[in-house]
């Protein structure tokens, strides 16, 4: 029997899903009392499977030591909170026993009689200028804003008592709005800092429609008290990082590994219980097969990891460098077992970044393709699936970015069902989780990791050539997007009206076209390449070496061809092109810097922040709203960052991996970190 089918016939989406509500069971926030049962809940269930090396090790978690750029949480334990309302009329808003994430997490105790006081609404509540004319000293605030920075202005800053708020994090027009989940609680979290803890105090997520019934009490004019109490510590604690392995049989000192983070509120089902379940089910699965004699003990070695989501991978990593040469492959599973129609999600794999070329790209996303096959039943007509799936380029934003950073460069990919209508609210329960789902990712995610872990140098040739297939096919796409750009600005009617604008635009386009053909065409020559960490001998280095000279030959044909479609385009629009595209004074600069990164790991931006200041750091607060992934610019941007490529060439890449950059973006970031030194230019 194959590996597909004897996967598909051990792995249960059932079981995974009991390992899911199980874990959702625990209040699961970084460096928590509750976090470290829910850690011991993982080891036990992994003795139970036979990996007799489960372990967790455990990292300091104070507030104060730093892992790279991130400071580490404080230690936190909550027992019982409660919030009401006693003017103008007396009421129980919410307990924290019956729904946990209405505590904003890291909040600190009150005094055993509570704290009574009015309420003040406060807007977004993140700015100074959200307080003016505003008294707030000793009172709750109302807030729509993100707890950290409303508690940080209201509370450090203004002398307010608490915070509440009642708005989702993440609200995405049209698709995940407050108004969508009245009656939902937002995931909300004060993180403050040792320095902070002297004056840190609490706050609640109320939702939306206790909010607004708020907001209309004050409109009345009368004065609206709250009561809150609330138990809990804070203190220094560790970060607890669950690790097992399968050892291997031939090549023990080569990894394949699996990681998803344990932590966020109960009972957070899919973010990131499911993760955490199906990655237990994986490891029974694969124990199994083992040891009933199904499949072999797999050549190298495979590790299975659950950390406090990006701290504990920080951590981790920068406590074990010596991993970095042995770590072959992984895949990040976070908030794999949605319910698509009811999460409104679709599965994305999260490709590795362009500054880390892999194979691995291709491989997970074809075994996404294959699930297509195995699972759904075909006829007449093609496929009856219904399940949605894509590919997208790397979003960072979870623990598979620290492996994929520059300073450790082990290519690792990210299984993550996107968007989700309940994400970080109250309503992630297990009736969202489906057991289908946990199954069709499962099965995929453990015949890449048992493949990978067996891959011989007859395997790896494979993965070359699929991935330089399909890397040809990512050419010529570019080339018929180009085409197309070049075409819809020939027939834009403001532009033909104004023949030098119009050459000029197509002049731009062609150039970007022609940089991002460069950019894709030396990715996938690399990506090829990736393959020889899996093995190599003379004769896969000689198709490796044909495959990156078919790239680079149709890399110089499609651009060729660009070439010879703008000229068509601008004789037949009867217009010149200047010798010379005039450049701007940011590109100019950043054709003489050479950024040069000086710290590991990625960027926490929080350390940008408290580096440049509220006032300087407000830009990056809103550039986003002009340049919606400037985010995943910012983490690229430190990737290439390696002394060597101008700023204008990683200008190029970014461009081509994200869209179109403003250079005076870029050069404002480096102009930053420099400032700041996180780099050297």
Request: proline share 4%; charged share 30%.
């Amino acid at each position: 029997m194959n590996l597909y089918k004897l996967v598909k016939e051990e792995l249960s989406g059932n079981v995974a899903k009991s390992f899911v509500e199980k874990i959702s069971g625990f209040h699961r926030i970084q460096a928590s009392t509750m976090f470290h049962e829910a850690a011991k809940y993982v080891k036990s269930e992994l003795l139970k499977i036979g990996l007799k090396d489960a372990a967790i090790e455990r990292f300091p978690s104070d507030g104060a030591t730093k892992y790279w750029t991130y400071l580490s949480p404080v230690g936190w334990e909550a027992k019982r909170a409660e919030l009401r309302l006693l003017e103008p009329e007396e009421k129980l808003l919410v307990r924290y026993e019956e729904v946990p994430t209405c505590l904003h997490t890291y909040s600190n105790a009150t005094p055993p009689d509570g704290i009574t006081a009015e309420i003040v609404e406060v807007g977004a509540g993140t700015k100074a200028k959200d307080y003016k004319g505003k008294e707030v000293g000793g009172k709750f605030v109302l807030a729509t804003g993100r707890a950290r920075l409303v508690h940080e202005q209201a509370v450090y800053n203004f002398g307010a008592a608490s915070v509440i708020t009642d708005t989702l994090p993440y609200e995405m027009k049209n698709v995940r709005e407050s108004i969508d989940l009245p009656d939902a609680y937002g995931y909300q979290s004060i993180w403050p800092t040792a320095e902070e803890l002297d004056k840190v105090a609490f706050g609640f997520s109320i939702t939306r429609r206790q909010g607004n019934y708020l907001r209309s009490l004050l409109k009345d004019g009368k004065p609206v008290k709250l009561k809150a109490k609330v138990d809990t510590r804070l203190f220094p604690s560790n970060l607890d990082v669950v690790t097992a392995t399968t050892r291997g049989n031939s090549k023990p000192d080569e990894d394949i590994f699996l990681i998803a983070h344990l932590c966020h509120p109960k009972p957070s089902a899919n973010d990131n219980a499911s993760g955490s379940g199906l990655l237990l089910e994986i490891a029974r699965t694969i124990k199994t097969l083992v040891d009933s004699d199904r499949i072999a003990p797999p050549a190298r070695t495979i590790r299975f990891i659950w950390v406090p989501e990006t701290f504990g991978s920080v951590a981790y990593l920068s406590s074990h460098e010596e991993l970095y040469s042995r770590l072959v492959a992984g895949i990040n599973l976070d908030m794999v077992g949605q319910d698509q129609e009811l999460c409104k999600s679709t599965l994305q794999l999260d490709r590795t970044p362009d500054s880390l070329p892999s194979y691995l790209n291709d491989f997970v996303f074809s075994l996404l393709e294959q699930s297509v096959k195995e699972f759904d039943t075909p006829t007449a007509f093609g496929s009856a699936s219904t399940f949605r799936y894509r590919t997208n380029a790397f979003s960072g934003g979870s623990d598979h970015a620290e492996f994929n950073s520059s300073t450790v460069g082990v290519p690792c990919v990210m299984l993550l069902q996107w968007p989700d209508l309940y994400y970080h609210t109250s309503m992630d329960t297990i009736d969202k989780v489906s057991s289908d789902s946990l199954k069709r990712v499962g099965w995929v995610a453990t015949v890449a990791t048992l493949a990978l872990a067996n891959a011989t140098t007859e395997e790896t040739l494979l993965l070359a050539s699929q991935t330089a297939t399909r890397g040809v096919a990512r050419i010529e796409e570019a080339s018929r997007e180009a085409f197309k750009k070049l075409f819809e600005k020939k027939e834009d009617q403001k532009l033909s009206e104004k023949p030098s604008e119009l050459a000029k635009e197509l002049a731009e386009t062609a150039l970007r076209f022609k940089k991002k053909m460069e950019h894709i065409t030396w990715r996938e020559q690399v990506a090829v390449k990736s393959v020889k960490r899996l093995g190599e001998n003379q004769e896969l280095k000689a198709f490796i070496g044909k495959y990156c000279e078919d790239i680079r030959s149709l890399g110089r044909k499609e651009i060729l061809r660009l070439e010879e479609a703008l000229s068509f385009i601008v004789k037949a629009s009867g217009v010149t092109l200047s010798v010379k595209l005039e450049e701007t004074e940011a590109e100019a600069e950043l054709k003489i810097l050479t950024p040069k990164k000086l710290f590991k790991g990625t960027l926490h931006m929080e350390a940008l922040r408290k580096a440049l200041g509220e006032k300087e750091y407000e830009w990056y607060q809103e550039i986003e709203e002009k340049d919606a992934d400037f985010g995943k610019k910012m983490v690229e941007i430190l990737n290439f960052a390696d002394g060597i490529r101008h700023a204008y060439d990683i200008l190029m890449a970014v461009s081509a991996e994200y869209g179109e950059t403003c250079p005076e973006h870029i050069l404002k970031f480096l102009r930053d970190l420099e400032k700041t030194n996180f780099i050297t230019l």
